[in-house]
């Protein structure tokens, strides 16, 4: 197998390795495995998986750190240290049922 290209995959049903164990892969990744490619999981499909994994990927929330600087300008305007130091908002590429694993493809 020489050239062929690496990818990694997860294991996402028991039987052939560890739910969750990532390995590297050329070729077909059978029906065990599953391409660390980015993708959207459904989670009620691959539940083992899910409870692995979560939504560390692809959270629900994402929390964006306040710069020091602004929190310093904040206290400076109106008197009062901001408790939280990140500001959240809604994650656009969040999908309720689903999670998403991370991109491990070869890079060509």
Sequence with gaps: MSGAQIN???CARE???RVGMVIPIAGDFGDNYLPLAGQH???SEYPELFQVVGNRYCPPIIRDEVPAG???RIR????LTPRKKYVERDNPD?????FRLP???AQS
């Excluded at 400076?76 to 008197?79: D, L, Q, S, T, Y």
């Excluded at 969040?94 to 689903?98: E, I, M």
Aim: glycine share 20%.
């Design 70 to 72: 602004m929190i310093e």
């Design 41 to 43: 999981v459904s989670a």
């Design 94 to 98: 969040y999908r309720r049922g689903f």
């Design 103 to 105: 991109d491990m493809r």
């Design 76 to 79: 400076r305007w109106v008197g």
């Design 8 to 10: 990694y995959g997860i």
């Design 15 to 17: 039987g052939v390795g």
